[in-house]
C-alpha cells in the first residue's frame, strides 16, 4: 500500500486531494492535523492492499449540526475479511438530556451515558483509530456528515476522508430494481446469505457493514482499486 503523500496529489484523484489538504490546512495541531498527516492510500492501490475501517455512528437524530453522536463503533477489516478482535465502541456524553424515541431505538440512556467521554475526548480517541485508512460505512453521508459537524464545532475545521458506501456500491455494481427498503443494511445482508444482527448498535452494525463489503467485492468478482470503490 503507498500513502498519498501531501505533496504530492494523485492526478486521478485531484478533486478529493484538494478537499482533503484544504482541509488539513485549516486543521489546527492536535488529534485532527494528526488525522490529515497521516494521508490516505492512493486511488490506484489495489484495494487488496489497502488496510479499512468499518464505522458505524448512533446518533439521537439526522440533523448533523442540532443532533447529538451517541456511540461510535468501528473494526478493522481488509477487503476479503474482518478483523474482529480490533472491534471498539467509543460512547459520547450528549450536551442535552435524551429523547424518549433516541432511547427506544438505540437502547442507550442518559444514565449509561453519563460517565462518557464528551464529544472532544471521543474525537481526539476517534480519530487516530481512523487515520491513513478509508471509511467504509453504509450510506456513509451520515458518518462523515456528523463527524464534519463535530470536528467543526470541536476543532473549527471540516473533516474529509475516503469514504466506501456499501449502499452506493451495492447500487452500482448491482443496480435492480428494488422495494423500497431494499438498500438497507439488514436487507442486503439477507440476499448474501449473511446473518441477521441486532439494529442500533454501532459496534454489532460496523461489523455487519464490514462483512457486506467482503460479500459485495466477493461477488463483483474482480480486484478492484481503491478508486473503484471511493464514494465519488
Known sequence: MILQPLSNWLSGSGRFARRFEAARRLAPDGPLRAFYDAGYPTFSTPLAQVPLVALDLETDGLD?????????????MAHDRIFAGTGKRI??????ALS???????RITDDALAGELDEAEALSRLLPLLAGKPVVAHFSEIESGF??????RVFGAPFVAPFICTMALENRWFPRQRAADGLRLAKLRAGYGLPAYRAHDGLVDALACGELLVAQIA???????????IRS
Open 91 to 96: 460512547r459520547i456524553r450528549p450536551p442535552e
Open 147 to 152: 463527524l464534519d459537524a463535530a470536528c467543526r
Open 219 to 229: 461477488a463483483h468478482g474482480n480486484a478492484p482499486t481503491l478508486g473503484d470503490v
Open 100 to 106: 424518549e424515541q433516541s432511547v427506544v431505538i438505540h
Open 64 to 76: 448533523f449540526r442540532g443532533s447529538a453522536i451517541l456511540e461510535a463503533g468501528l473494526v478493522e
